[in-house]
């Protein structure tokens, strides 16, 4: 689907105002049920990698009544890349945030190794990259687990954008799975994801809406925690990944052209993978 930002790039390129020479294509994990294809889309629902586009080509189908236009772009998808694609979108150039802080990933949950205590890695069932980590609750109480990740800046972000997590809730137990973002020892923002489904879930919660205990520095962060929350009964939940999308500030000559749902692909680590974009075009005929 093309989408209004779209309609209005192709207009101004046509009209020679725009430059289309490095194109992007993005893949996302999320399906329609979890981020609904809309023509005011301006992002995947929970990009995973972009790449440039190789090559271009147009296809002309005179065999029906009105005829069909198609502009066809392709690229290839890196031997090392893992992950499941359920959507994919073309893009002008790199998306980039006219403040310096954009879209990006905070961890992808695929190693069990810098958590206390330690998670259960989980190779079965995952959809960015090729693993994913469960985490539990005995019941009783909520439990956290803690892992240090990268120094990662949030100060520049507004109170519009929003923090992503792809997990699966494994049983109707969970009352809630919190993110903790840490830059020290006892000070962090929280995160409370509630409201979700018995198996995977993409939700976004937006700057605004996080809470803080302490006195933290939202320059440092340096610590995350997941601190699942039983209601009742043990219960568990596999984290796949965590990012921040920048929702206001993007830069809009990057703005995504088009976006489209497709039936799950997986991209397996050890080969390449050739990606095609199909844009169809109507003139109105």
Not at 78 to 90: D, R, V, Y
Not at 151 to 161: I, K, T, V
Not at 197 to 222: F, Q, R
Not at 250 to 260: C, E
Request: no cysteine; proline share 5%.
């Amino acid at each position: 689907m093309i989408t209004r930002f779209g309609k209005r790039f192709l207009i101004d390129f046509i009209a020679g105002n725009r430059t289309f020479f490095d194109k992007v294509l993005a893949v996302g994990i999320a399906k329609d049920a979890e981020y609904e294809l809309s023509d005011t889309n301006s992002r995947l629902g929970f990009e995973f990698y972009s790449v440039p586009v190789l090559f271009g080509g147009i296809d002309i189908d005179t065999s029906v009544v009105p005829y069909t236009y198609t502009a066809i772009y392709s690229t290839k998808l890196p031997t090392n890349l893992a992950g499941k694609i359920n959507e994919i979108a073309i893009y002008p150039g790199r998306r980039s945030s006219s403040n310096a802080y954009g879209n990006q990933f905070i961890t992808t949950f695929e190693s069990p190794f810098e958590w206390s205590p330690s998670p259960v890695l989980n190779e079965v069932d995952y959809r960015v990259g090729n693993s994913s980590l469960d985490l539990s609750s005995d019941g009783i109480s909520p439990k956290e687990y803690i892992a240090t990740i990268p120094n990662f800046d949030m100060s520049g972000y507004s109170n519009f954008d929003t923090l992503s997590f792809s997990y699966k809730v494994n049983d109707s137990n969970l009352a809630a799975a919190k993110i903790r973002l840490y830059s020290s020892a006892v000070d962090y923002y929280e995160f409370n994801f509630v409201n979700h489904i018995v198996g995977w879930n993409i939700k976004d919660i937006e700057i605004a809406d996080m809470t803080s205990n302490g006195n933290p520095d939202p320059s440092l962060i340096s610590k995350i925690g997941v601190v699942v929350v039983p209601v009742g009964s043990a219960t568990s939940i596999t984290v796949d990944g965590l990012r921040v999308n920048d929702e206001d500030t993007f830069d809009p000559a990057y703005g995504m052209i088009a976006r489209s749902n497709i039936s799950e692909i997986e991209k397996v680590a050890g080969r390449e993978l050739t990606i095609e974009y199909k844009l169809d075009l109507n003139f109105g005929e």
